[in-house]
């Protein structure tokens, strides 16, 4: 769109690619009452066209917009693309053509019919990439915002903020030195937490952050209750009536064979000790082969954020190898459940090691650090499952 002929009408947008960044945006909109927003979500995840429609219907935002990222965005076949040398080439040849053509590239997601003065993003996507990238070119006053995705937003901001050696020069020679480093606000659910992990894990500052600011998660009323039950699905008397949760992960991407055959053994040992009658299984929501026999969740398809929403965990008890889920009461709601991770006596069956600096962070942010145990031992995770009983 050529100056002069651009729209009066400003605004907001938000590009998403899961329901937690879709609820961190409602959260964003209602408590900070931004008004003229537009969403941006992708397809990345099951049930996301419902999702739309479902957002439409609350009324928070101006238009709510499908990025349906192969169609519109990709243009080449990329699974036919076998060798990993031709599929390089492919996608640099994209990238080229994306920044050549950028206004064309952006105007076939991108609302003609509103400025935006503030784009908010959670990771380093496709769309997010070019609308910040075209404002940039065209000298429009723009504030960027990268807002919670979940724990990856309380690591390094490599993700967001490392640009490949192509990339920078593409930027250089399309854009302008100003698009190497983009100013952006970072804006989490728990700066505190993110303060933990920073100095636990040695990591650097915030990138080319200016600010750090908190989110402020939605606040129980009828409203709010009403949108959430609506947007995702989940049942406003979503009451949990067993005292433990076990929060499982895909076996076959953690663990080696052996270590998902000790792993099922451990977790009949924690039925056992426990009782199946107290224990409810929460699966990951890629899992297809989940045992369905155990006592779970109805639909893992529901963010465990909704039922965060929805339910006091402070007094429940957690079981997990390393489920990110666990972390979000406290992140979100400043619950303390007690969590017992397995991860010191599954540690050698695991394909891929997990960073515990995450786990001493979370100590650290907890009134009661004994609530976060990790027993080293079989023998250990009896006693303390005794205790808990």
Known sequence: MEKGNEPRETGSCFFCTTPYQVLAVISIVQNEKIKNADVYVYDQFDGYAELIRKLENTGLFRKVYPIEQEKMLLEVDLATTRLLTLRKAAMLLLYIKNMIFMKSTVKKYLAADIIYKRIYVSTNNFAGRYTILYYMKHKRNLQVFFFDDGIGSYFSDDSITKIRLYDKIGRILFVGRKAINIPFVKQIYSPEFYASVKRI?????????????????????????????DVFGCLQNTDISQDIIYFDTIKAEEFNARGRRVLDRLISNILKALGRENIVFKFHPRDR?????????????????????????SEKVFITNFSTAVFTPKILYDQEPVIVFLYEIMREYMIIPIDTGIVEALKETYHNKERILVPGTVKELLGILDKLK
Do not use: M, W
């Not at 650097?204 to 409203?223: C, H, M, Y």
């Not at 045992?291 to 639909?299: A, I, R, S, Y």
């Open 289 to 313: 082969y989940y045992n369905k026999e155990l006592p779970h969740f109805d639909d893992s398809r529901i963010p465990f954020e909704c039922f965060c929403y929805f339910n006091d965990f």
């Open 201 to 229: 894990s040695g990591l650097s500052d915030a990138g080319q952050a200016t600010e750090i600011i908190k989110i402020t998660p939605l606040e129980r009323n009828d409203n709010n209750d009403r949108i959430v039950s």
